[in-house]
């Protein structure tokens, strides 16, 4: 691989295989479609990668984003974010070729959306499980019911079931917590399961969130999953329970510009325009990343107290440990393990495979 | 102006240009040379703005940056980042064609520089007058005499004189406070002359920070200024005492899509990869934007209790008061100020100016 002399997001294609093949497995142990979230990597090739374990449906978070991947030859795709009815154009344009799929979550917004559409498309009805964020709250049967019934006189729009984002799990710092996060929603499907009438016909429950999806072993009426995070893990999942360092599938690497021997700090080119300003806090330290070591084209997350603790829009500063500042001229490039691999992906729009060539893998 | 379905970044040429114009006319009254920095809205378009104020230098924070501008016929472009030797090919590019001035903070950088040049450059030392990021100790007037020695020694680097980003002014909290961190660097600047020996030649001192240059009224002996976020301004900086509301020149418009009656919350579409994750935190509350008013195409600060309180990749969840709530229907467009118009901009990457056409004005 060339020196790297710019900020640059590697990405280990064995780690990301790995963590697409795990979760796959896991699904199909337990009899659940998989249907992934893509808005993580945001790139063809990894969807490729997706595509090689099996997998036939996917789910995104925009337009422009199922626009993207139903160019790349995906089929069935969710939109799972409440649907835009300002967009209804582009909605025609992707349910005349794709199995499109949305969130209804008013009354209102299926009857803005029938009035503009031409093709028929599906709809999952947003159930809040506790994060807060959108969707119907599970016990309130009365709305759910009228929902569904609203949808269902339309000519265009199909009721295919319920979708929950169980966001608060993000919370859990552990595999524990996580687990009763996946028990409560479990008992909310449950129960609203019990309340919907066979009348409105089969549908089916997608639930979909990194914590839950990795460690819960109980989806009781649950049929589909879509996480998204998964497929590259960051420092945030660690800290939730999700997964272990050596999971994490993306790195930032930057070259060193500056160093401050009474400090211990590295200055580097990456800064929030690159990483993001996603922090996390650990043992009373709230940093950006943490320094790993550079192994061959790979890296090993370090046990050490080496972390990004400071961010302007193109510098980062790295406070390290004594043998991580000494180990570092000006002009090499150091490996961080970003907070958030979302975020920092959509920053950098583009990845370096860690393979001998350095393969350019190039996102929507 | 055509209705806004999408996340989008509107941009207030009247407001741009009168900050602007106030800064010009306040850098001439000094007697500074005023070379705005560019990396807060990375547009040419905007750079012709400034051009018609009068200015024919500027200052970025990348080589890409630097790249972009030069393609836009800029001739004389400081790259205020300390120099990244392991791009000296494009340094050398870009030297052939406009004059070019780097920053330099330690002698092996000159050294590792010299080796690869082949085109003539300038060179500022950077100088930490308290921001504890990167550039010399304005006092370490032994290591600042043998960097521009070391300088004066190569072939291809002119020493210039000094630089320095005060990004302490960031955490003031009044125009007191930001007049305190101005005397400070003023004090600092003076001795620092003081101790540089005429034997060295003439030099400049160049000072940029949007608090500092917004609000100062005694520049000492700084020769010039390159503030960046001026240009738009935005919540931040009305926190820090550097302007008020209404010199913010951007806001994002975005789409209802949903909306909570016992929560007074509406969901958008417009997350962290629209506004970015810099929040800010006064009385009490931590958010992420602050709702305004819409008029005709333009907008107005409001007064009231609504904010965007949550942000996760693609929504943003706005807690209102209940007059906002009720006038906000789902596919209604929201107008909310940013916190920090530099990221935001970074991530929308275009502008819709607020004139009838919503002409498009691109970005790097």
Redesign the interface.
């Known amino acids: 691989m060339q ?4 900020p640059t997001l590697l990405l280990d294609e064995g780690i990301c295989k790995a963590n697409i093949r795990r979760m796959a497995e896991k699904a199909q142990h337990h009899n659940l479609r998989f249907k992934p979230h893509m ?1 993580t990597h945001q790139s063809a090739q990894v969807g490729e990668w997706i595509k090689d374990a099996g997998v036939t449906a996917i789910t995104v ?2 337009i422009d984003m199922a626009h993207y991947f139903a160019q790349n030859g995906w089929k069935d795709i969710t939109i799972a ?7 209804t154009q582009e909605l025609n344009k992707l349910a005349q070729n794709i199995t499109l799929t949305l969130l209804i ?2 009354p ?2 299926a009857h ?1 959306l029938e009035t503009h559409l031409t093709s028929t498309l599906n709809t999952y009805i947003e159930i809040d499980t506790g994060s ?3 969707g119907l709250a599970s016990d309130d049967i009365r709305a759910i019911k009228e929902l569904i019934t609203v949808i269902q006189k339309t000519k265009f729009i199909n009721w295919v079931g319920f979708y929950s984002h169980a ?1 608060h799990s993000y919370s859990c710092r552990s595999e524990q917590e996580i687990s009763e996060v996946q028990h409560s929603i479990v008992k909310q499907f449950n129960n609203l399961k019990k309340c919907i009438n066979p009348d409105f016909g089969t549908f089916e429950i997608c639930s979909g969130d990194t914590p839950c999806c990795s460690v819960a072993n109980n989806f009781g009426p649950i049929d589909a999953i879509s996480p998204g995070n998964f497929v590259f893990y960051d420092l945030m999942q660690t800290q939730i329970g999700s997964c272990t360092p050596t999971d994490i599938a993306v790195a930032m690497v930057c ?1 060193v ?4 021997p009474k ?1 211990n700090e590295l ?1 580097i ?1 990456g800064g ?2 690159h990483f ?3 922090s996390m806090t650990k043992n009373g330290l709230t940093h950006y990343g943490a320094v790993a070591q550079k192994i061959d084209n790979h890296w090993k997350p370090l046990d050490t107290a080496s972390h990004l603790v ?1 961010l ?4 980062g ?1 790295i406070c390290c440990s004594d043998v991580i500042f000494k180990s570092y ?3 090499d490039a150091i490996t961080i393990l970003p907070i958030h691999s ?2 920092t992906a ?2 950098m729009s583009q990845y370096q495979l860690t393979d001998k060539n350095g393969t350019q893998v190039n996102m929507m």
Chains 1, 2 share one sequence.
């Open positions: 020196k790297i002399t710019t808005k978070s925009s974010f409440p649907c835009n009815v300002g967009r979550n008013k209102e917004t803005q807060a964020r959108s966001g070259p510009v500056d160093k401050y400090r200055i080119h929030a325009v993001s300003k996603e400071k302007s829009q193109e510098h500063v001229d000006i002009g979302c975020l959509n920053l």
